[in-house]
């Protein structure tokens, strides 16, 4: 059962255009566009009338059009055209879901319309902060979201699946810490002074002018539903930590948005702003390569764990001690969804 | 489930030879193939020995011998040989089906035998009438047969799945009349007089020796237990419609047979007989090529719809005016199923 | 439901190296290496802490290390190490199978440990005989065990699956012997004298340096709990048969270890030790390579054999003379899951 009553990131701005783009989220086939004014719209991906695909059509203007027939609908569901008919019933509509725009990511709430509070989005500043430049990626993988948020809370993972990339030893020698609230969690480590790998050499030297050894610190936030934001950054070992100052540290943020698709798939829409050299068009666009190529090396752990899990689903699992971040995000999200059980209770239940 | 006592087009006669063919039709495994007098066979496709698909063998004469272990059956489906046995039970044997070749197609009573009627076979004569002559091919979609059904009876979709090949605009705005009996259904609709587009532009043109606007028809005729043959046709601009007069007027009939493979795979065999230019083979072919590009936009879109209705098979759909011919194709085909259902009840149950 | 208390041969030597395989075994995911010693390790392929596949991590002279947070195992399936923690529970374990290496194979015990007696591991001394040679291939097909244990212990088939390539009518016009035990089956038969076909030919020719007629002769062994060891040989047609002469006959041992991976596939592991030409590598690849050739045929039948059966699981299926080689395999292993299921069955359900 999928949390309901909650903003879910379902795509990057720049995936939402004024043609559909289908994609499923929280077990619901949505299909989203742009109408004229250029605001997006979220409708339930299946015509009211065959259950054709409204992804299969097009839109025109402020109206999506069923590629099947030809119904019009527009951005509140409601059918505005039905050819060869003058009068349609009113019931001719498809389900409509509040949609925002913000940080660059397109926000949809799958609940209760009514309690569809913009307010509530997740603060993700660094996403479209003048001073913050970056770019990502949105990739399928065929595990359970948690799965993939527990995997980006706890970064000693870098250390083997990254040992032919990204990752480095000293990530596990190195102790973190562990905070909370009631609906985040957070785990720092400040490493070093050391000597960081490739790709990280070249960003780090580029951004701090500095060839050298550095700190480098990362702090995985967990945010409900599904965001892990992962700031990491690099001080040069002659300087104090922590340290703002950018001719001595630079600063990114790796945002992570998980996102299920169903019971065992999800949506990683990833995207990397950072503080420094964000006009440097071919270091972003290394960037993005990069790490999608370590990302790939987290999905072929994560699909072979989910299909292990699937396999004996109820077999025991031992915790360890790294496993604090991923579990408190855990608990997080469960006792949301136990929330959410309660208040959809018939009330005599609750006697 | 699907209606038994009747008669499917299980082939096209061009489809069948003396090598074995197999093909899944309503929940059945068939073999089929031609002994040396030329007649078709129909047998399960299964050997009563080890289950290995008799496909997979030979055809000898008036046998096929299993692949695997040389079991030879004749066409009621007897075993006439067993490799190393002398002497064999008489339950080594297949079922076997009626079959009749009429048409051009091979049609199968997969019910009770004893209620198969040839003289029930739909009569199909466009399609080996010596004035006519047309080609065709089998697809195979992973849909419901009926929706392929909907699809054809409702030539409304063809402005909106075909608007870049075979639609126009004027197939929505031109009204359309609704027949029916017991058991057939007809969708009429005459349009224009207009421009008509390719790929029909040229074959208009060649068959009326005329090239400006024309009227152009279409009657979709439903019949049990799945075909819908489309008479098309069309009279130049300055003659009266309705019109036989070959020199002003040119007729086809694109016969579909749409047959259930299983609950959600169906096999759509058409094939074009018309009535002008039946030497052209450039044209047939021409015809056969074109006609396979736009019903694969259909597959597309029939495809994906099942796709949504098998995410959600008790969601709600609602009616349009359109929906007339392929509502009342589902009647009769519903009626049919249910009347099987009682006729093959236990006697209690009806007390 | 699979045999537990038995042998399972799980890889052939050459396969087994220090680095993971993994390998799923009667429904069982394992994984195997060599540690340092070279002695053959089993585990569950499951790590303890978050199900992810040991097979994706590295063996580390004694231990595997779970590629993911890089907690390492020993050959007891006891944890030795995990990272950022200094204590842990000894309940940080994976199962461990007892196992064996024995005639070129690595054999498993996925039953009850206590009960895995080593001497009771099949002698295939063909496979590591200094006067036996050859080579073989391990394949995946998609079908239930027992339809490949079937399929070696008929070789009447060969004469249809077989008949473009290594078949020959003359096995089919030859009559049988089968002979059992209480966990053995034999199917014998003595051919010719016949002028062999391709592939046999030039290797007979060059295993007898003779060019004309052979006797040759087959003798499908079954042992549990799916081997098939098919001794085939050939004797020249002037001289005696049976005949232990090495210059007038060759004789040839094909070893199939037929293994459930799951309900519906299977590994045969296949290897192909021989008397004769022995340091002949040329011969031993294109023995391999021929004979790959020919089981991909009988795949083909196989798989679609299995889908026929999956369809209809429970239809009639009917014997015949040459079955009963193939019955008498099934019976051993029939009687052996059911004492198995008596044995683990509570106290109380036997009184």
Redo the contacts between chains.
Sequence with gaps: MFLQNTWYPIAQSKEVRAVPLARQIAGQ?LVMYRISDGSPVVLE??C??????LS??QVRGDTI???????QYDRSGAATD????AK??P??RVRSYAAVERHNFIWAWIGEAEKATPETVPNLWWNDHPQWRGDGDTLFLKCDYRLLV?NLL?L??E???HDKSAGHPII?KT?CETTWTEDTVSVSRVMGPFEVPPPWKGWVEKGLNWYGEVYRYHTCNFMMPGIVAIETGAVRADCPVPNDNPKESIRSMLINACIPADETSCWQMWVWPRNYAIDDHRLTADVVSSINKVFAEDV??LE??Q???S??PD????????DQGPLRAREILARAIRAQAVESAPVHAAV
């Design positions: 086939r991906d299946r009211a009338h065959r259950a054709a695909p299969l059509g059009q069923c590629g099947y027939h030809g119904i039905v050819p060869c008919q349609f019933s019931a001719t527990d706890d000693t993972h250390t083997y699946v596990v102790p072929t752990m072979a764990q299909r292990n899990i396999a004996r077999a025991r699992m031992i915790g360890i001690a790294t």
